[in-house]
């Protein structure tokens, strides 16, 4: 079965910097393209960031373009997000997902709290 499994968050000072991982297993990693969600309570869900398959191209929001890198090891079937000049605003349980034959799949979250 479809298995994605987030770790890496935690409390950071504004400014600071995190990496988030996600390991993936049940399905062929490297055709998926694969991204992270994040979602505070009251607020939808919103896609921060995208790769595609090969991790040749990627996306961001805008909000966190320049500051966040989203990577990923085919080899190892693991995508990551590195944070960079945290905000207060991006505190955020942050989700791993894939969108596969239409079912998206996701991980049970990992919470990223950015706050002095």
């Known amino acids: 079965q479809v298995r994605l499994v987030e770790s890496g968050g935690g409390l950071v000072q504004p400014g600071g910097s995190l990496r988030l991982s996600c390991t993936a297993s049940?399905?062929?990693?490297?055709?998926?393209?694969m991204t992270w969600f994040r979602q505070t309570p009251g607020r939808l869900r919103e896609l921060v960031a995208a790769?595609?398959?090969?991790?040749?191209?990627?996306n961001y929001m805008d909000s966190v373009r320049g500051r966040f890198t989203i990577s990923r090891d085919n080899d190892k079937n693991t995508v990551d997000l590195e944070m960079n000049s945290l905000k207060p605003e991006d505190t955020a349980v942050y989700y791993c997902?894939?969108?596969?034959?239409?079912?998206?799949?996701w991980g049970q979250g990992t919470l990223v709290t950015v706050s002095s």
């Open positions: 790769i595609t398959e090969t991790g040749d191209t990627t």
């Open positions: 997902s894939v969108l596969l034959r239409s079912n998206r799949y």
């Open positions: 049940g399905f062929t990693f490297n055709t998926a393209a």
